[in-house]
């Protein structure tokens, strides 16, 4: 109780409520502060006037009161400026949004959130964002702010809107180094229906290629000539319309530094899974692999022959190695119809390394697998050799190579506009006058005629035209073990604990062995140890 003003004042509990409200308000402590001194002068100058003060003390209260009222203006001012900032970062706030990018989502996707206080808020993600991606955006408009703002309930964010921006060159591809795989799931048997005879899509542009060389140096069966093949293999692409950039062409060697661009099992996964992430029709994307391609038993009884066709990544010994089925399911599954997928297979057993359902057989027809596995992407693949022969490493301009690679490029280079059978009949003959045995083959995921069809690294387009996609098992095969005669490469598995047959003598291999002593495979200086890759 002021005895002065006769008025009542809480000032011990006004003081303890702005020390509870400095911390949700700034600004709220110094506007209760300046509420008391303002009193507090009021109360003195009372008390002077009233108890009659001489002239002089009257004098120098006026000074100290005109300094305290000035004192009072100015931590007013301080006060209404700290609450204007304040209340502006606050408008800030409710202008801003803090996500995470769903999963599925893109760049340049509309998607709508759920704010903090229950509304919804639809926004068009950056070209450049990605899933798992946190951004800041300024709901006015769309645009990425550098302050983080008020976090959405990304939990409950979906997609609102299917529509994607024009995409060119992988501009809105997620680079390499950003991209997160997700975990293997086999995909299960069964059928489901699809979309037939729609026109061709129109071509999007987007262009993205993996490519895959491993040398294994140090290991039992060093190979010389894969990462050779990859470098031949970009400059090849480069010239062909794609483009060298974290978003649209990774590299993957196995005399890298960098871990993330070593060829390891799981980056090689990751990488399919990068590939094909995203893919829509009328998108052009291209697979290369360079390197060690082995068997293994198919304990399921799909395949014909008992066996899976597999690729060695680098840690194979350790991680295991990657079959046919797996890649199928990570990089064909996925794939839209009017999506069109080249894969090169420069390997031993790569015939159907990715269990396409058409191989064409004779250089006259296509032959449909017994249990086929139908997908709705266009998917071409031209591997290196049958699935139960060896590819040769090759020398040009005393560089060594794989031969098919090399075969693939200078085929298509020498006649760019050629059709599918002209063009594998163009590789085998190559080979054949190198004195490769191996034969090249021909898969597709869609069945069309190669003797009018042309080839084309990213104009030709063409639409799903199976009813069904999916896995069919329509009979059971007996599991075999693989058979590697006497090769590096069965006793570099067998050494690993693969379960693999392995022949006493060099019969089984030596056709192979005789074609590489012609192609400069080089008995004296390890070559020969190149031909089982």
Known sequence: FDVDTGKISFRRKNRSNNDRNNKRSPGSNHRNQNRDRSRENHSRQNRNYGNGSSQGSSGNDSRQNKRNHNNNHNHNNQSRSHNQNHNRRREIDNE???????????????????????????????NSAYPGQKLSLDVRTNKPVARHGSPALSSDSIPYALETAPQGK??????????????????GLGLRPALTGQPPPKRTGRKRAVLIGLNYPGSRAPLKGCINDVMKMKG?????????????????????????YLPSRQNIINAMQWLVEGAEPGDSLFFHFSGHGAQETDNSGHEEDGLNETILPMDFSKAGMINDDVMWDLMINPLPSGCRLVALFDCCHSGTGL????????????????????AEGDVILFAGCDDHQTSADAYE?????????????DSFEANP????????????QRLRAKRHTQ?????????????????????????NQNPEVGKLVTQKFKPQKPNFGNSPVGSMLLAAGFAVFVAPTLIDTAVDVGAGLFDGGGLFDGGLFDLFG
């Open 439 to 463: 034969i090249p083959q021909l898969s597709s995921s869609q069945r069309f005629d190669p003797q009018t069809r042309y080839f084309n690294l990213h104009d030709d387009f063409h639409s």
């Open 417 to 428: 506009q050629i059709t599918y059978a002209n063009f594998i009949a163009q590789i085998h």
């Open 355 to 374: 269990d396409l359902s058409f191989t064409w057989k004779d250089h006259n027809n296509w032959y449909q697998s017994p249990n086929p596995s139908f």
């Open 170 to 187: 992988g501009d809105s591809s997620v680079p390499w180094q950003y991209f997160r795989g997700r975990p293997y799931i086999p995909v």
């Open 397 to 409: 301009h005393f560089k060594a190579g794989g031969a098919m690679t090399t075969a693939f490029i």
């Open 96 to 126: 801003t949004v803090q996500i995470t990018v769903p999963p599925g989502c893109k760049g340049g996707q509309q998607i709508r959130l759920r704010m903090p206080a229950g509304n919804l808020v639809d926004i068009i993600l950056p």
């Open 236 to 260: 090849f692409l480069q010239r062909h319309g794609y483009v060298d950039s974290p978003e649209s062409m990774l590299t993957l060697t196995d005399d890298q530094r960098d871990p993330i």
